[in-house]
């Protein structure tokens, strides 16, 4: 009899040791197959349809994020029923787990929930440079519970949907950039506009420049300097790099032209008894 049950044990064992492993191969299959064949279909669906690549991108890691927790799911069910038990009645025993799980479940809700408004809503895209949660950086991912900000010091923040009360997106329409230069209360303000002008000229054709750049005149007062204001819009995320050019190029033609840029100065008084 003891013979018997070892050997009805062993031969159990061995049949969901046997299932698991197709279970474990086929979830190795299945899972980056499925990847690659929504991957194909957004972009398939969206060539023909004209679909901006940010949005088309954003599509596709969210499908991909649904069939991984989908995968998943069905992963645990399956493992669940291949060793004998029922996930039903095993939560429904355990209360405590069980009350746990639903006060988490509020969460999950509210994050699906809000991520699916952000999206259809279109406030964000893969790629945009956007400030949320007090973040700044470009959107890598949006997936059901989280989104993922990439910081410009390399930093990757995920922060939950449902703590996106408010989004800025930097990246819709066109960038702007500014530049504000001082000269002292000493040099020719209209001889610094025409070298300012000047300097505008130059960057008329540079790509990143979509209107200007145009000096705007007198923007204010400082305690040593008059301020100079120059704008122009630029293409999206091209506006830092316009700016240092810009700032390069008015140093250079200052200097040629001897038009001081101040800088603070120190005066020491001695008071002799």
């Not at 049949?15 to 979830?27: D, R």
């Not at 996930?87 to 355990?94: D, E, Q, W």
């Not at 991912?141 to 408010?166: A, K, M, Y």
């Not at 209107?211 to 630029?234: A, H, M, N, W, Y």
Request: aromatic share 8%.
């Amino acid at each position: 009899m003891f013979s018997f049950d070892l050997d009805y044990l062993l031969q159990q064992s061995l049949e969901i040791g046997v299932k698991l492993i197709v279970l474990i191969i086929a979830f190795l299959i299945i899972s980056p197959l499925g990847k690659k064949a929504i991957s194909r279909l957004i972009q398939r669906s969206t060539s023909h349809k004209n679909v901006p690549q940010p949005r088309a991108v954003t599509l596709e890691k969210l499908l991909i994020n649904i069939f991984s927790y989908t995968l998943i799911f069905v992963f645990i069910v399956m493992f669940f029923a291949i060793i004998g038990l029922e996930i039903g009645p095993l939560i429904a025993s355990a209360g405590v787990v069980g009350l746990a799980i639903a006060f988490g479940a509020q969460g999950l809700v509210s994050d699906i929930v809000t991520g699916f408004f952000i999206l259809l809503e279109k406030q964000v895209d893969v790629g945009d440079y956007v400030t949320v949660a007090g973040y700044d950086g470009i959107v890598e991912e949006i997936g059901l519970r989280t989104t993922q900000i990439r910081g410009f010091d390399g930093t990757l923040h995920f922060v939950p949907n449902r703590e996106i009360s408010g989004v800025s997106n930097h990246s819709r329409g066109n960038m702007r950039a500014l530049v504000d230069i001082g000269i002292s209360y000493e040099d020719n303000i209209d001889q610094a506009i025409q070298v300012l002008k000047d300097v505008c000229t130059e960057f008329e054709n540079d790509e990143r420049f979509t209107e200007g750049p145009d000096v705007l005149g007198v923007q204010s007062f400082g305690s040593s300097e008059v301020v100079l204001r120059v704008i122009g819009k630029t293409e999206n995320m091209a506006q830092w790099g316009a700016e240092r050019d810009i700032r390069k190029r008015i140093k250079e033609a200052f200097d040629a032209n001897s038009i001081e840029i101040p800088y603070p100065h120190q005066v020491n008084v001695t008071k002799e008894n």
